[in-house]
């Protein structure tokens, strides 16, 4: 008999059928003898709705106030999900997070857990029953609700299989496991059976966001493998662990695409020093995660910086832009929402010059115009427009050997 954590996705739980069929999966599981504690995330795209919703009522949101409010969404598919395991005879009980004994600091909607305590998890166990906890939340050191970051049930999951010293962490979604690019988007992208924890922590820090960053770090840390899988084949997914590869490593392990980041561009910067740390500290200061950055020399005494971050924390960060931008004497400052973010991550890389002039061709030949290059020892990434996306990733994916031989045949349930 083993302890398995399941984790479900919101495509897994965005409707009462696919609740029903969560529950039969967990049904099945606890029928063959085994402990099982569900970790839920909020049915579809509730999250993204609850944030619309605060939006539509004011600009101005407290983060104590909308973690109250997104919290209710793991909440809702806890208890929908018990309910349908109770349905099917099976003995269970949902928990929010604060009731499980995740303890994180105060950071509203980013905070990080201190501790799990998991004790009420154990006692429904020892109990026999199955334990339905709402992913994604805690309870900080305030005593105050928290969230734990977008996709942070599946760090809510990795959290609980070490604190419960579970055999097995089990991430259902909506794709059939971690594929050498989106399979959305790169069709023929290629399903890997196994992915070494480092190399799943670039693409995740890439923006690919089939795993959450933070899970993938707690799980590499903490050493909890991480099974990725398909909540509607159930077949066998990726295996994410720290096996070390046995064969020489890829040059390229995968390409990756995110367009959740928003370029900020202040214009006409005077070029003196300074400058770059009174505008990044007080973003620093507001939690605004700031990813590329570039700076041009300047011919006339100014010059441009443009910087990537987050779409989420755009609100926040304008106003601390536009009000520094108007202090140092800047003459504008510009935003572009339409960009992707696309990367070439591999280890082997390091090892193999040329990588980024191939890339850089790839695009040229396509006409794709290059907007901001950062680079790492094992990844390249460039900013162009979103429309561009998909002709460059795919381009790209072929170029340096990815593709498939068959296209990704396993179903794509739309996002509702
Ligand atoms: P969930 O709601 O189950 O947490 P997510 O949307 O967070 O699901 O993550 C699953 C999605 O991640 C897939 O539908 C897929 O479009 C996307 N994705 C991005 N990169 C990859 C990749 N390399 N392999 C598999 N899926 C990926
Ligand atoms: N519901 C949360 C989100 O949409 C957490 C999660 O799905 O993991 O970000
Ligand atoms: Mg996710």
Redesign the pocket.
């Known amino acids: 008999m083993a302890l398995i954590v399941q984790k479900f ?4 739980v965005a409707d009462p059928d696919r609740i029903r069929a969560v529950a039969e999966h967990v049904a099945f599981t606890k029928g063959h003898g085994h402990d099982v504690v569900v970790v839920v ?1 909020a049915m579809g795209k509730a999250t993204d709705n609850l944030i619309a919703l605060a939006d539509s009522v004011t600009s101005t949101q407290t983060g104590r106030e909308m973690d109250m409010l997104l919290t209710t969404g793991e909440r809702v598919s806890a208890a929908l999900t018990t309910m349908a395991l109770h349905a099917l005879g099976v003995d269970a009980v949902s928990f929010t997070g604060s009731q499980v004994g995740i303890i994180t600091d105060t950071a509203h909607r980013k905070a990080k857990i201190l501790e799990v305590r998991g004790d009420r998890v154990r006692q429904a166990l020892a109990a026999g029953k199955v334990a339905v906890v709402a992913g994604f939340q805690g309870v900080s050191t305030d005593k105050e609700i928290t969230t734990l970051g977008r ?1 942070a ?2 760090l809510t999951a990795s959290a609980l299989a070490k604190a419960l010293g579970a055999d097995a962490c089990e991430i ?4 059939t ?8 988007i790169v069709p023929q ?1 290629r399903k890997l059976a196994r992915i070494g924890f480092d190399a799943m922590l670039e ?1 995740a820090g890439a923006g ?3 795993l ?1 960053l933070r899970s993938v770090e707690f799980a590499r840390n903490h050493n909890v493998p991480l099974h990725v899988r398909s909540s509607f084949t159930w077949e066998t997914g990726t295996w994410v662990t720290d096996e070390e590869s046995t064969m020489e490593e890829p040059i390229i392990s ?1 390409v ?1 695409t995110d367009v959740s980041e928003a370029k900020v561009t202040i214009v006409a910067v005077p070029d003196r020093p300074g400058i770059s740390a009174t505008l990044f500290e007080p973003l620093a200061a507001a939690n605004v995660n700031v990813d590329m950055i570039v700076q041009n020399t300047s011919h006339d005494g100014t010059t441009d910086i443009s910087f990537t971050m987050p779409k989420a924390d755009m609100a926040n960060a304008e106003s601390i832009v536009r009000q520094v931008a108007g202090e140092v004497g800047a003459t504008g400052v510009e935003k572009d929402g339409s960009i992707c973010k696309l990367s070439l991550v591999g280890a082997g890389m390091k090892s193999s010059p040329g990588i980024a002039a191939r890339m850089f061709r790839v695009l040229a030949d396509l006409g794709v115009n290059i907007e901001m290059i950062s680079t790492s020892t094992i990844r390249i990434s460039v900013v162009i427009a979103a429309t561009d996306m998909e002709r460059a990733a795919r381009a790209l994916h072929t170029e340096f050997g990815l593709d498939s031989g068959a296209a990704y045949t396993a179903p ?1 349930p739309e996002r509702k």
């Open positions: 996705g919101g495509t897994s995330s996709g049930s599946d259902y979604t909506d794709v496991g971690v594929f050498t690019a989106d399979p959305r992208a693409m690919s966001k089939v959450a995968g990756v794509l």
